[in-house]
T-cell receptor, first 115, second 118 residues
Framework: AQSVTQPDIHITVSEGASLELRCNYS??????LFWYVQSPGQGLQLLLK??????LVQGIKGFEAEFKRSQSSFNLRKPSVHWSDAAEYFC?????????????FGQGTRLTINP | KAGVTQTPRYLIKTRGQQVTLSCSPI?????VSWYQQTPGQGLQFLFE???????NKGNFPGRFSGRQFSNSRSEMNVSTLELGDSALYLC?????????????????FGPGTRLLVL
């Protein structure tokens, strides 16, 4: 069965510092890969996605993610965080063969920003 | 383009009642998926509708049901509410799957309906 692991439940970084959120997946083949962000009381906003091609993908708000097939990972990065980046971040996978109508999510990583 | 809309945003119900939640997808999107989000279980897939047909269902009891209308709007219903049904219910829409366009596989989420069962 598909599974997604986000090893860090909570991360705290200082404003202006770099950020890396980890995501590992277990799947028979390379799935579609997504990162979403959720602010308190809100829905999920798509940050970026990977389907194929260049393994470094750029997203909104200055985020990027790198797909590493050998490590089954899709880590999210940002060179310099802003206080407005405080939120919960979810990594998700979708089935490439049957279609991504059903996303499997990680447990999420809550990001706190120190001023 | 307007995003995914969900109504109502907040609901309070008591055990044993039933509830209906509504989701309007992005214009032109034909697939709607529903998810339940709780602190303990995280985000879990409920079901997906495409062209008024349920195509995929998650591991939830039969009390959870849904439907989709010809205009792609979708509703989900929960009957005989239990305390454990308290959650944020999210719906997501995507384009026309199997179109050969991977971008059509991207799900866009609404703001959710927060359900509290007392």
């Amino acid at each position: 069965a598909q599974s997604v692991t986000q090893p860090d439940i909570h991360i705290t970084v200082s404003e202006g510092a770099s950020l890396e959120l980890r995501c590992n997946y277990s799947y028979g083949a390379t799935p579609y890969l997504f990162w979403y962000v959720q602010s308190p009381g809100q829905g999920l906003q798509l940050l970026l996605k990977y389907f194929s091609g260049d393994t470094l993908v750029q997203g909104i708000k200055g985020f990027e993610a790198e797909f590493k097939r050998s490590q089954s990972s899709f880590n999210l990065r940002k060179p310099s965080v802003h206080w407005s980046d405080a939120a919960e971040y979810f990594c998700a996978v979708g089935d490439r063969i049957q279609g991504a109508q059903k996303l499997v999510f990680g447990q999420g990583t809550r990001l706190t920003i120190n001023p | 383009k307007a995003g995914v809309t969900q109504t109502p945003r907040y609901l309070i119900k008591t055990r044993g009642q039933q509830v209906t939640l509504s989701c309007s997808p992005i214009s032109g999107h034909r697939s709607v998926s529903w998810y339940q989000q709780t602190p303990g279980q995280g985000l879990q897939f409920l079901f997906e509708y495409f062209s008024e047909t349920q195509r995929n269902k998650g591991n939830f009891p039969g009390r959870f049901s849904g439907r989709q209308f010809s205009n792609s709007r979708s509703e989900m219903n929960v009957s005989t509410l239990e305390l454990g049904d308290s959650a944020l219910y999210l719906c997501a829409s995507r384009g026309s799957p199997a179109s050969g366009n991977p971008s059509a596989e991207t799900q866009y989420f609404g703001p959710g309906t927060r359900l509290l069962v007392l």
